[in-house]
């Protein structure tokens, strides 16, 4: 069975500055996607990034970036100029590829509680 | 944007009482989903659901749960007998492709005293 670990239960980073959250995961598997999603105190699942694992380019999106290590089976988000809005606790998630057949139920982390001081 | 939707925003039940949750997925969606998350824990997958049929479950999900999508926009999950353990929040989401993106509602909580 996979598994995604985060080691990180919380994290504090000053505004405007950058921060970075761990996630490894383990699995037998070569074809899998990787996620980070947010959830801020609404409890809202918001996606963040996504990766798959056949690409060796990391993944980005505007302040957000991973850095994608398959042979580590680690998967870390990176957030530059951290925001007010962006404290949150934040969720890495693993599912299978098209080779899992129908087996493509997220499997989830336990989350690193992301605090932003101003 | 289109979004997932969920209703109730809280549901509280007694021991023991079926429930039936709500959700209205993206409207082009094929692909169904229920995650539940007990607070202050990981979130855990509960089912998956094309072509009208279940296509994975996870161990949570025994026979006090079932799925169904009664006409072309509703997803519910059904408790049939709740548990003090069945108090979470629970979450829909869809997806278009298979290889897509899961898409999340804004969450039911359940409350079951």
């Known amino acids: 069975a996979q598994t995604v670990t985060q080691s990180q239960p919380e994290m504090s980073v000053q505004e405007a500055e950058t921060v970075t959250l761990s996630c490894t995961y383990d699995t037998s598997e070569s074809d899998y996607y990787l996620f980070w999603y947010k959830q801020p105190p609404s409890r809202q699942m918001i996606l963040v990034i996504r990766?798959?694992?056949?690409?060796?380019q990391n993944a980005t999106e505007n302040r957000f970036s991973v850095n994608f290590q398959k042979a580590a089976k680690s998967f870390s988000l990176k957030i530059s100029d951290s925001q007010l809005g962006d404290a949150a606790m934040y969720f890495c998630?693993?599912?299978?590829?098209?080779?899992?057949?129908?087996?493509?139920?997220?499997?989830f982390g336990k989350g690193t509680h992301l605090i932003i001081q101003p | 944007e289109p979004e997932v939707t969920q209703t109730p925003s809280h549901q509280v039940t007694q021991m023991g009482q079926e429930v039936i949750l709500r959700c209205v997925p993206i409207s082009n969606h094929l692909y169904f989903y229920w995650y539940r998350q007990i607070l202050g824990q990981k979130v855990e997958f509960l089912v998956s659901?094309?072509?009208?049929?279940?296509?994975?479950k996870s161990e949570i999900f025994d026979d006090q749960f079932s799925v169904e999508r009664p006409d072309g926009s509703n997803f519910t999950l059904k408790i049939r007998s709740t548990k003090l353990e069945d108090s979470a929040m629970y979450f829909c989401?869809?997806?278009?492709?298979?290889?897509?993106?899961?898409?999340f509602g804004p969450g039911t909580r359940l409350t079951v005293l």
């Open positions: 990766q798959e694992a056949y690409k060796q």
């Open positions: 989401a869809s997806k278009l492709l298979a290889l897509g993106t899961q898409y």
């Open positions: 659901f094309y072509n009208n049929e279940i296509s994975e």
């Open positions: 998630a693993y599912r299978l590829g098209v080779s899992g057949g129908g087996a493509d139920g997220l499997t």
